[in-house]
């Protein structure tokens, strides 16, 4: 099974700073056949589902807002926040999948400093 | 707009078989997209389940493939899950979630229910 590991596990930015969550897989998810990436970044909020943010590790989901950002290829990811606002408070999760089981990262909270 | 609702029993005890279904609406369980569920333990991160296609196919995490059976009634609209022989590791939120169709993975979730705790005890 293909593990993902995220870091950190918790990171406090200020309002309006640049928040970056990374995300490593234990082998590569990128699929040869169409040079994509099999990585998708999802945010959940106290009490909420999680919500599809960006898959194809860039491509922002219709609605998300573009202040949120997704790179990288292979087995390393990036999500990034370029401006923090106070609705992002939330516990953010990359997944793949590329194979099955789907694996999902242990997942980073973010908080205001 | 899909909406997932997810219903049943909030207590199991240990060793019974925890039951949910969930309903769907604004989209046809016919459809070309996949069925999901993926538990999240109080505190702790998401775990995937397994997933149905219309054509009745399944797959299961092999982490829990011996106790897990997934099915779907069409006329209803909705798909359920089963899983035998809970114990208190069982404890979890429960979402179903539509799985996207892509390139290459039916693995993409992008509609989620709210979720329903289930909490297995006596």
């Known amino acids: 099974d293909i593990v993902m590991t995220q870091s950190p596990d918790s990171l406090a930015v200020s309002l309006g700073e640049r928040a970056t969550i990374n995300c490593k897989s234990s082998q590569s998810i990128l699929h040869t056949s169409n040079n994509k990436n099999y990585l998708a970044w999802y945010q959940q909020k106290p009490g909420q589902p999680p919500k599809l943010l960006i898959y194809w590790a860039s491509t922002r989901e219709s609605g998300v807002p573009d202040r949120f950002s997704g790179s990288g290829s292979g087995a390393d990811f990036t999500l990034t926040i370029s401006s923090l606002q106070a609705e992002d408070v939330a516990v953010y999760y990359c997944q793949q999948y590329y194979t099955t089981p789907p694996a999902f990262g242990q997942g980073t909270k973010v908080e205001i400093k | 707009q899909v909406q997932l609702q997810e219903s049943g029993p909030g207590l199991v005890e240990p060793s019974g078989t925890l039951s949910l279904t969930c309903a769907v609406s604004g989209a046809s369980i016919s459809s070309n997209n996949w069925w999901d569920w993926v538990r999240q333990p109080p505190g702790e991160g998401l775990q995937w389940i397994g997933e149905?296609?219309?054509?009745?196919?399944?797959y299961y995490n092999p982490s829990l493939k011996s106790r897990v059976t997934i099915s779907m009634d069409e006329s209803k609209n909705q798909f359920s899950l089963r899983l035998r022989s809970v114990t208190a590791a069982d404890t979890a939120v429960y979402y179903c979630?539509?799985?996207?169709?892509?390139?290459?993975?039916?693995?993409?979730?992008?509609?989620w229910g709210q979720g329903i705790l289930v909490t297995v005890s006596s």
């Open positions: 979630a539509r799985g996207r169709l892509v390139d290459r993975s039916s693995l993409l979730f992008d509609y």
């Open positions: 149905i296609y219309h054509s009745g196919t399944t």
